[in-house]
Structure formats: structure tokens, C-alpha cells
């Protein structure tokens, strides 16, 4: 059986398809034609992880000061 996307899981025919964290960050978007990107943020709100269906990603890592100290 071929991995489907949340909004497959879920049956979601309205699009796009958004999720948010308890912040209002967006963690989660799908469009109509399954491409989907999810984000990940740390305590302090910065983005420290992206990914996205074509298989593109990114990591950050940042001080205690909230500078950028790692890009992946």
C-alpha cells in the first residue's frame, strides 16, 4: 500500500490542509496535489527543522541567545 499523506489519512478534501502547535506556529501544510511540508520549532519559537514531500530538508540548531549556530 503506497504512504499517504495526512489529508489522505484523514479524508481532508478542503485544501490546503493546515496545522498548527499550540504557539499558532504551522507545523503542517498539504495541498491539493499531496505536496506537503511539516516544520518543527524549539521552546524559544525558532524553526529548527523543515521538510517537505520531494524530499528536501533542513536543520538548524541555535545558541542560548537565539543565534543560528548550525545549518544543515
Known sequence: MK???I???LNIK???FEIKNNKGNQI???????HWVKWEYNEKGN????ED????WVKWEYNEKGNEIYYE
Open 28 to 34: 503542517y501544510y498539504e495541498d491539493s496535489t499531496g
Open 3 to 5: 504512504n499517504q499523506t
Open 53 to 56: 514531500s520531494t524530499g528536501h
Open 7 to 9: 489529508a489522505q489519512q
Open 14 to 16: 478542503t485544501f490546503p
Open 47 to 50: 524553526e529548527i527543522y523543515y
